[in-house]
């Protein structure tokens, strides 16, 4: 079975400090995509980070970085200098290269102390 | 570039009334198209997946259904609607045969009453 666990429903971090969500997933797959997206009060689900499983080096976008440790199955987020603007629900999605389901997780809930 | 669009934002419907949710996407051709659901505070639930016209794979039953009368669009109905399916309802996207990413429409919001 191919699931996807968030093991923290919520997450604090002051302002400008550096917060960590954490994912693991489980898969027999050797090929697949990992995603963060970001869900603000909108609920317009929006596209953070996304990691090839091929691909070793981890991926950043700006202040998001992951983890990637694919023999642990973990895909951890790191959002650095955190702002206000962050403040969301957070969810680790899971896709095999082989189908067209994606896998996502239960979400963690950010809040950003000013 | 790609858009994707949903219609409508928000809803409040009777119990035993029937359903029906637009999905459209612009800007590409032959996408995979998805329904999920989302009740308060919870993640997400795929409803259907879509990978052409007339093929349709449903995930989870129930009285909703599905349907893809042309390419970029993807509707969601019901012909009565329960309590339970109060929730938040998005469509999504991706490219077909390699989805490395899945994009999202920004939801309907249906409360059954």
Redesign the interface.
């Known amino acids: 079975a191919q699931t996807v666990t968030q093991s923290q429903p919520e997450m604090s971090v002051q302002e400008a400090e550096t917060v960590t969500l954490s994912c693991t997933y489980d898969t027999s797959e050797s090929d697949y995509?990992l995603?963060w997206?970001k869900q603000p009060p909108?609920?317009?689900?929006?596209?953070v980070i996304?990691q090839?499983a091929y691909k070793q080096q981890n991926a950043t976008e700006n202040r998001f970085s992951v983890n990637f440790q694919k023999a642990a199955k973990s895909f951890s987020l790191k959002i650095s200098d955190s702002q206000l603007g962050d403040a969301a629900m957070y969810?680790c999605?899971y896709?095999p290269?082989t189908?067209?389901?994606?896998y996502?997780?239960?979400?963690t809930s950010l809040t950003v102390i000013p | 570039s790609q858009t994707i669009h949903q219609w409508p934002a928000t809803l409040v419907q009777p119990v035993g009334s029937p359903l029906s949710l637009e999905c459209t996407v612009e800007g590409t051709s032959n996408p995979n198209l998805y329904w999920y659901r989302q009740a308060a505070g919870r993640g997400l639930q795929l409803l259907f997946y879509s990978i052409g016209i007339d093929q349709i794979s449903s995930e989870v039953p129930q009285n909703l259904s599905a349907s893809r009368p042309q390419d970029r669009q993807f509707i969601l109905s019901s012909k009565k609607l329960l309590l339970s399916d109060s929730g938040f309802y998005l469509c999504a996207w991706s490219v077909v045969r390699v989805p490395d990413t899945q994009y999202f429409g920004p939801g309907t919001r249906l409360t059954v009453l």
């Open positions: 995509y995603f997206y909108s609920r317009q689900m929006i596209l996304r090839e969810f999605a896709a290269n189908g067209n389901q994606f996502f997780g239960t979400g």
